[in-house]
Antibody
């Protein structure tokens, strides 16, 4: 079974930085892109970004472009999200998600880790 | 970025009803749209994608249709476990974008 476990969430002040990690298991990690998706309290889903299976392509959502960085370590089956310049608008539950095959953008999701940006 | 307009934002229905949720893309996205179901406190779950393809374990009352800019998710003969929030996601071009979600509630 596919398992995705996020960690690293917490409380941070505006302007601060935080790094999230996602540990993956149950599939050949190096064969798939990995996404980050977030959900603000009581709100819908927002796509944060993706790192392509071989790490050569990384794409971000408009609201995080230039502030967030996605990386992967295939030796550890993990993907990371480095966040800088955090604002209260970044407060959300952050999900790690496995890229799918063909038309399926994302097929499995982790349970998320909470990030709260507050003074 | 491609805007995804999902409607309705909320919907009340009864067990046994058939409901349709739509997503409209601000530009052509071929058939590269996926639907997810989310229940309170849970991570979203892949539901279906167009043309209608049900992943293993997804009940057959769900079907997806559409291409180009207009898409629909139809749920026939609603079951109690179907009351949840539904999202569409376009995977045609970066940045990928979600619809705003449709909360399906029991009438």
């Amino acid at each position: 079974d596919v398992h995705l476990v996020e960690s690293g969430g917490g409380a941070v002040q505006p302007g601060g930085s935080l790094s999230l990690s996602c540990a993956a298991s149950g599939f050949t990690f190096g064969d798939y892109g990995m996404h980050w998706i977030r959900q603000a309290p009581g709100k819908g889903l927002e796509w944060v970004g993706v790192i392509i299976w071989d790490g050569t392509g990384i794409h971000y959502g408009e609201s995080v472009q230039g502030r967030f960085t996605i990386s992967r370590d295939d030796t550890k089956n993990s993907v990371s999200l480095q966040m800088t310049g955090l604002t209260t608008e970044d407060t959300a539950l952050y999900f790690c998600a496995k890229g799918g095959s063909g038309k399926v953008v994302v097929d499995y999701w982790g349970r998320g880790t909470q990030v709260t940006v507050s003074s | 970025a491609i805007q995804m307009t999902q409607s309705p934002s909320s919907l009340s229905a009864s067990v046994g009803d058939t409901v349709t949720i739509t997503c409209r893309a601000s530009q052509y996205i071929r058939d590269e749209l996926v639907w997810y179901q989310q229940k309170p406190g849970k991570a979203p779950k892949l539901l279906t994608f167009t043309p209608s393809n049900l992943p293993n374990g997804v009940a057959s009352e769900f079907s997806a249709s559409g291409s180009g800019t207009d898409f629909a998710l139809t749920i026939t003969s609603l079951q109690p476990e179907d009351f949840a929030t539904y999202f569409c996601l376009q995977g045609h071009s970066y940045p990928y974008t979600f619809g705003q979600g449709t909360k399906l509630e029991i009438k």
